[in-house]
Every structure is written in structure tokens, then in C-alpha cells.
């Protein structure tokens, strides 16, 4: 008898509510259905714009969300850190960050994730087979966009120059990066302390020092890291590199 496999399904942990790869409640495709075409369409459309602090939105309702935070009204809190969400499926989500659980399972090779999208991005490699390798260094990516992005640091190619001193760049976003040197400007402000950085990259990596995220895991003994400097530093360990 010829055995039908079937294909890797991700397991949601809550039948009734579920979560896109963002993290966002959705609804299901059953309730889509019978929702009536016209209530779907009465939406006001923007742009809608924050008088507190300049965020521009097309959708009434991400404007009325968005607008709790500074209202503070029916914010749903961590009682862990104290960071404050205005939807109870951002809280569960954050939530893995102190609990450590990974309701995420690939079917493939068993490896586990706090999140669906960061899963999704895994199946990749499972599915396109061996990752797209750079000929002039060991570094591996899933996409070729980024792989000729990469490329760029070895041709040598630095199409974007600054226009205040002339320094040349492969890409444009470290272009911007190095033009707040000159400017002084950090658009990217911390909300739990304050602090601004000149990159959104810097900022999420500084977050972590809030949430108490370590996103970076020891593949030797499964701990697990704030930084991908500290797990590299941790790793000399264990190929001996490192004696302590």
C-alpha cells in the first residue's frame, strides 16, 4: 500500500485566536467568509496622523491602537519587564522571551522557535536543500539577494559616496549610518530609557537589554547569548580555543 506523507505543518498553540508570522491576531479563514462584504469596506480610510507624536497611518483602526500607547488605555502589561502592548497575542508572543518556551517545531530536524516567521525562514534551508554559499568566504544565506549583497564587500564595489567627507560605501543603509556622524542625527530612540541610536539594527540589538531576549544559542550546550560577540567568545570553549 502506497503511504501518502504529508507535508511539515507548523502546530498554532491556540485553535481559536490565531497568530500571523508578525506576531498580529488574524482572523480565520471561516470568519473572513461570513463577515459581511460591507463591514469590511466601512473602514475610513487616512492617512491618519498621531497629534502627539507625527506617526502617520492609513487604517483608522492601527491609528486607534496605536493611540492607547499614549493614552494608556486598555494596555495590556508584562509582569516581567513592564512593557505594554495593546494586543493580547504581541503579549503572549513576548512572553516566550522570559519563559523560554518554543512552540515552533520543524518537522524536518526537530529544532524548535519562539516564533512562526523565524520557523518559516528556517524551512527554507530544508527546502531549497544546501544554502547559497559565497565563494570567497564561509558565510551562507538562504536568499541571492543577500548573497550579492555580500559580494559587494569582496569586489571591492562602493557605489554610495558621502557627500560631506567622500567615503565610500557598498551599501546605502551604511551610507546613512555614517552620514549621522556628520549630522549628528539618531532618529531611533529607545522607549524604555531614552537612548538613541543612529540605526534601527543598533536599536533592536540594544533592546534586548530590556527584554532579556537572547536570541543567540550555543549549538554545543544550548545556552543562550544577548549577542552574537558573547556567543562567539563562548564557543572558543568548546573547540578549545579558550581554556575557561
Known sequence: MEIKEEPCRIKEEDAEEQIDEYGDAVSSQTEETFRPKQARKAEAKGPFICCECGKVFQKKSHFNSHMRFHTGEGLLTCTECGKSYTEKSRLVSHMRVHTGERPFTCCQCGKSFR????????????IRGKPLSCDQCDKTFVYSSNLSTHLKVHSGLKPHCCSFCGKSFSRLENLRIHSSVHTGDKPYV????????????????????????????????????????????????????QQY
Open 115 to 126: 516564533y512562526k516567521h523565524a520557523l518559516k525562514e528556517h524551512l527554507l534551508s530544508h
Open 190 to 241: 529607545c522607549s524604555d530609557c531614552g537612548k538613541s541610536f543612529t540605526s534601527s539594527g543598533n536599536l533592536k540589538t540594544h533592546r534586548r537589554i530590556h527584554t532579556g531576549e537572547k536570541p543567540y544559542q550555543c549549538s554545543h550546550c544550548e545556552k543562550s547569548f544577548t549577542f552574537s560577540g558573547s556567543l562567539k567568545h563562548h564557543e572558543k570553549i568548546h573547540t578549545g580555543e
